[in-house]
């Protein structure tokens, strides 16, 4: 069977490479930056995509944003309102320092971006623009990379702009840097425990091989939804999963019933439905809040989350299904982490009393809107992107320090990359190659991804076969011997404590977001919110 895969994998390779012609420019491999707890100007501390700009480099933290075509950093005008200003510029990611780099050149304001954003109501008063040097590694730098400083509040966090008209990826693949436009996000974890705690990635024009397992799901971007990145997935189920293996659905049984969300990477958290989240307490009565106003996170960088003491905190797993096709299972260690704030001092400083549950209970003002999956769906979810193909693809994440990375070739101009595979021992550093030589057709091809991901599948099944025979063999031996003993073996139905599993899913009914109020909610209030940060991404 497995040899069965290799040839299919390279039928669907060789297929691929009769198509290819040589590129015009010589296109290398894909360029690595690590998210991670980046180290700020004055000793700060804030996790996120790291990225050097000016000369000499000044550390920034950063969101990636599917919505913005152009990229905006804040300066040393943040733009805090009432906030603390060292609160503000920790919660930004840093603040740019123009003063200090000797690359930095001021534009001829808003206008030079052209009309990449439209949906930003700025103008020459509101928005500078600068342009300066981007270093990607020692090796690798965009000499003139184009951003935009912001003179009044666009939003929590700096932003590389990762949408479809990308100035970043359009200059990079223009310069022969990349071969497709596209990108792939893992954002780590970033768990209460060592052992839970790992950095992540971007890699623009290509992907991590180390960071997907098993199947993959790929679709069309929907930018005719209310979905602003265009990434629209239909969830067919949500389940509870508890440490003593019993679960619970907290989604409805009918034909079709199913509840949209939008994947937006610069969001923090995972917005719920109110009626799910009804279904989650019924299901886990210890989150429920009782109107409790302390029980919402009131602070950056994780605001209007859940809290708890920790005797009462969730310690399940969250399984999410895609369209009936993959399932996506966050661990209770990611679901549930500290409960942070920045000091006057701009130092991250935690609230030992409690944990924080990374879920947002949507309701009042936000009661309709399209729930979102953000950064906590993405600590278990690897992503990738292809606007050549005016696709995206999603995979359960592997949580590894390794890396493999891969070109993914612009099949639509027949161009293919240097064929760059570098494996390393740790993910911290970004990899990229300064002086590519070209050799065509090299590049991994949709269908070569997706032969290679069948293969892989096939494998996880032969292996998971080998070990139910072990293990039925040894459970087997087990009877014989508690027989012999006199001794019964555990009883696997008693629930210790947790929710017996459901063999039928509660019914709930369509509305706006895919289900409405047919059940009586549960006796339990959440406190009032105002407006999610989230709206501004927008």
């Not at 929907?222 to 989604?251: K, Y």
Request: negative net charge.
């Amino acid at each position: 069977m497995l040899y069965l895969c290799f040839i299919l994998t390279a039928l669907a390779s060789t297929a691929q490479h009769s198509k290819a012609i040589d590129c015009p420019a010589s296109a290398q491999g894909p360029i690595s930056l690590p998210v991670r707890n980046v180290t700020l100007a004055g000793q700060h501390v804030r996790r996120g995509l790291e990225i050097q700009l000016g000369t000499p480099s000044q550390p920034l933290a950063v969101a990636v944003s599917s919505c913005r075509n152009n990229s905006y950093f804040y300066d040393q005008s943040p733009q805090c309102g009432s906030l603390v200003t060292d609160t503000c510029i920790a919660n930004r990611g840093g603040a740019f320092n123009e003063n200090l780099s000797s690359t930095l050149t001021s534009d001829a304001g808003f206008g030079a971006f052209g009309n990449r954003d439209p949906q930003l109501t700025m103008d020459d008063t509101t928005m500078l623009v600068n342009t300066d040097t981007f270093s990607v590694n020692s090796s690798f730098a965009i000499e003139q990379f184009q951003f935009g400083v912001p003179r009044e509040d666009v939003g929590d966090f700096s932003v590389l702009g990762l949408a479809k008209d990308s100035s970043l990826l359009s200059m990079l693949r223009n310069a022969g840097d990349i071969a497709s436009l596209s990108y792939s996000l893992y954002w780590g974890q970033t768990g209460t425990s060592p052992e839970h705690q790992l950095d992540g990635g971007l890699v623009i024009g290509g992907l991590d091989m180390a960071k997907a397992v098993g199947q993959n799901y790929t679709t069309s971007l929907n930018r005719a939804s209310a979905c602003p990145s265009g990434m629209l997935v239909s969830v067919s189920d949500m389940t509870l999963e508890f440490p003593n293996g019993t679960s619970a659905s907290i989604m409805g049984t009918g034909v079709g019933q199913t509840v949209n969300y939008c994947i937006l990477p610069e969001y923090p958290l995972i917005t719920m439905p109110l009626d799910l989240w009804d279904q989650w307490v019924a299901a886990y009565p210890q989150s429920a809040t009782d109107g409790n106003a302390d029980a919402r996170a009131g602070g950056q960088p994780n605001v209007w989350g859940l809290v708890y003491p920790p005797s009462l905190a969730f310690d399940g797993d969250l399984k999410i299904t895609i369209d009936n096709s993959l399932d996506i299972t966050i661990p209770g260690h990611q679901l549930v982490q500290y409960y942070y704030t920045f000091d006057d001092n701009g130092d991250a400083v935690v609230n030992g009393s409690v944990l924080e549950l990374m879920i947002n209970p949507l309701q009042d003002v936000n009661k309709n809107d399209l729930p979102q999956f953000g950064m906590t769906f993405l600590q278990a979810a690897y992503l990738h992107v292809n606007f050549d193909d005016d696709t995206f693809t999603l995979w359960q994440a592997n949580p590894t320090d390794s890396e493999s990375l891969v070109a993914v070739g612009q099949s639509v101009l027949g161009c293919s990359a240097t064929p760059t595979t570098a494996t390393t021992s740790s993910s911290r550093s970004a990899v990229a190659t300064a002086s590519p030589t070209h050799t065509p057709n090299a590049t991994l091809s949709s269908g070569t991804i997706a032969a290679i991901a069948v293969c892989v599948v096939v494998a996880v099944a032969l292996v998971a076969g080998a070990t139910f025979w072990v293990l039925a063999r040894r459970r087997r031996s087990l009877r014989r011997g508690a027989a012999a003993e006199g001794v019964r073996p555990s009883d696997k139905s008693e629930t210790g404590g947790y929710p017996p599993m459901l063999t039928q899913k509660p019914e709930l009914d369509a509305s706006n977001t895919g289900i409405n109020h047919s059940q009586k909610r549960p006796q339990h209030v959440l406190p009032s919110v105002v407006e999610l940060p989230s709206e501004r991404y927008e």
